[in-house]
């Protein structure tokens, strides 16, 4: 294992590295790294990693899912709301006014 203290970034090579991308396994300066899922990553890492195929269609597929749901729980709400008020008899509000 190398000490982090004589490696230089990959990008600036003037500049000493501060993070190990736990990817790749480069070393990297501070402007060069950002936190991803708690972890310090390059942003060549973490553009990677947000571009997977598998990540972006679960995700859409949960939102599908739950907006389905939801308008269909709105639709049934509305449906036997109504469905009740409709099965009042005209005699409950005292006939004619």
Request: net charge positive; charged share 20%; proline share 5%.
């Amino acid at each position: 294992m190398s000490n982090l203290v004589h490696e230089r970034c990959r990008n600036h090579p003037s500049r000493e590295a501060a993070a190990r991308c736990p990817e790749c396994r480069r070393f990297f300066c501070r402007e060069c790294v950002t936190e991803h899922q708690g972890r310090m990553m390059c942003t060549a890492c973490v553009e990677r990693l947000a571009s997977t195929p598998g990540a972006r269609s679960s995700r859409s597929a949960i939102w599908l899912v739950l907006s389905a749901g939801g308008m269909m729980l709105a639709w049934m709400m509305f449906y036997y709301m109504g469905m009740s008020l409709a099965r009042i008899p005209s005699t409950f509000h005292g006939g004619t006014p």
